[in-house]
């Protein structure tokens, strides 16, 4: 079946730090993989989209790859800020859909 | 732009009553998505429309759920009769559908402050 994982724990970094958030897919053949951040009470906040063609994709402090080969994103914060403080998910468009599967969300919390 | 807005933010009712939820997606968004999030089952897709057309509808957990989109500005998701484990934040998201060529650009979904529905 096909499923979306990512590390359902949080993880914790100090300030300054780089957070590395993980994303791992079964079963899917994505067009893109787009990445959201998610405030508590809030809705998702869209930050990056990466296409299967494409290896890397920055954005200011934010910086996306993704492996088809390995079925795997990671999704970089380099200089980490406790305002990064947020729940962030990654999220798999197929081919010939326009349904977007999102999996259950990392939380990060950066310490001054 | 305001934004996708959602009506009400909070819902508290009895099993049994009848729910709805409202959407007023994007104005010139022509896709709209109705999403349900939990903690154990996380962001489930359950419809979505294009051009205010129903095109999947397989998330939608059974009978109880229906869901319309007159017309482009507005869209509805109700529940009827309403069960305890239907609480949840139910989420509303727009985006503009751009074609082939340039899908990767409009892929973006945009979402609404979520309502929060608590069943008795």
């Known amino acids: 079946s096909q499923k979306i994982e990512q590390n359902s724990e949080a993880l914790n970094i100090q300030e300054g730090k780089t957070a590395t958030l993980t994303c791992n897919y079964t079963?899917?053949?994505?067009?893109?993989l787009q990445w959201y951040r998610q405030d508590p009470g809030r809705g998702p906040v869209f930050l990056l989209l990466?296409?299967?063609?494409?290896k890397e994709k920055r954005k200011e402090r934010l910086k996306v790859t993704f492996d088809t080969t390995l079925k795997q994103s990671l999704f970089h914060i380099t200089a980490s800020q406790p305002a990064d403080s947020a729940t962030y998910l990654c999220?798999?468009?197929?081919?010939?859909?326009?349904?977007?599967?999102f999996g259950t969300g990392t939380r990060l919390q950066v310490f001054p | 732009d305001a934004g996708v807005i959602q009506s009400p933010r909070h819902e508290v009712t009895e099993m049994g009553q009848e729910v709805t939820l409202r959407c007023k997606p994007i104005s010139g968004h022509n896709s709209l998505f109705w999403y349900r999030q939990t903690m154990m089952r996380g962001l489930e897709l359950l419809i979505y429309?294009?051009?205010?057309?129903?095109?999947?509808d397989s998330g939608m957990p059974e009978d109880r759920f229906s869901a319309k989109m007159p017309n482009a500005s507005f869209s509805t998701l109700k529940i009827q009769p309403s069960e305890p484990r239907d609480s949840a934040v139910y989420f509303c998201a727009s985006r503009q559908r751009g074609d082939r060529e340039s899908k990767a650009s409009t892929d973006t979904q945009y979402f609404g402050p979520g309502t929060r529905l608590t069943v008795l």
């Open positions: 999220a798999l468009r197929s081919y010939n859909t326009d349904k977007l599967i």
């Open positions: 429309f294009n051009n205010n057309v129903p095109i999947d």
């Open positions: 990466i296409r299967e063609n494409e």
């Open positions: 079963n899917y053949s994505p067009a893109y």
